[in-house]
Nanobody, 121 residues
Framework: QVQVVESGGGLVQSGGSLRLSCVAS????????MGWFRQAPGKEREFVAA????????NYADSAKGRFTISRDNAKNTVYLQMNSLKPEDTAVYYC??????????????WGQGTQVTVSS
């Protein structure tokens, strides 16, 4: 069993930056691929970024490429999402998840409760 808890959301102006953190419990964190997803009001949840268990492979949604960076620190059981050049359309609840393989990140085995990101214009 893995529990994930997100933090770092908030209100930021357009063009600003935020860094989200996701701390996972359990000694097997380093064996899980980790992902970030988001859900805006009235929209379906969408993939943002993912990172392999070792951190050697990352994937991004087109909307995140060039602006967001996913990273992880296995010693701290933490995955990060650095978000730069934020836009109002990035406003959403951001969720972290853990999956047994990068290929199934969108299914996810464990999900957090989410952290709100609001970008004002």
């Amino acid at each position: 069993q893995v529990q994930v808890v997100e933090s770092g959301g908030g209100l930021v102006q357009s063009g600003g930056s935020l860094r989200l953190s996701c701390v996972a419990s359990g000694r097997t964190f380093s064996s899980y691929a980790m992902g970030w997803f988001r859900q805006a009001p009235g929209k379906e949840r969408e993939f943002v970024a993912a990172i392999s268990s070792s951190g050697g492979t990352t994937n991004y949604a087109d909307s995140a490429k060039g602006r967001f960076t996913i990273s992880r620190d296995n010693a701290k059981n933490t995955v990060y999402l650095q978000m730069n050049s934020l836009k109002p359309e990035d406003t959403a609840v951001y969720y972290c998840n853990a999956a047994r393989a990068l290929q199934v990140i969108k299914r996810g085995d464990y999900w957090g409760q989410g952290t709100q990101v609001t970008v004002s214009s």
